[in-house]
């Protein structure tokens, strides 16, 4: 039961830290295209922007877009646990431990605990 509560703790913190990188997707209007995203002044817009758009499109090459490589390593991990498609959380730099646990834990998989690293026995426990 604690173990649930840390990583929903932890869970909770991310997703707040997340979207404090990317601001909230109905404050950024739906892009059509990659210029569209190219034409929003803030920064912060744009990159949220280009995720959005990586997200409905399925293109993730679009992530190279955004700024900041923490931003871009955000983005994947949104995406990831937004599908709770695994393969991403590769891209997600410092997240990649986090993401693969949240996944686990999402989807009851502890086989993507082996991929925590660090945070594979808390994974294990939490599921």
């Known amino acids: 039961m604690k173990k649930e509560l840390i990583i929903g703790l932890i869970i909770v913190v991310l997703m707040v830290g997340v979207y404090f990188i990317f601001p909230n997707k109905s404050s950024v209007s739906e892009p059509m295209s990659i210029s ?8 912060d817009y744009r990159d949220a922007c280009f995720c959005n758009l990586a997200t409905e499109k399925k293109d993730f090459s679009i992530i190279e877009r955004i700024s900041a490589e923490q931003k871009q390593e955000a983005c994947y991990f949104a995406i ?33 605990c082996e991929k925590a690293g660090s945070l594979r026995e808390d994974c294990l426990e939490g599921i």
Do not use: P, Q, W
């Open 36 to 43: 569209d995203c190219e034409k929003l002044e803030s920064i």
């Open 80 to 112: 990831s646990i937004e599908t709770k498609d695994f393969s991403l959380c590769e891209n997600a730099g410092t997240l990649k431990e986090t993401c693969y646990s949240v996944i686990a834990f999402n989807t009851k998989d502890s086989s993507l």
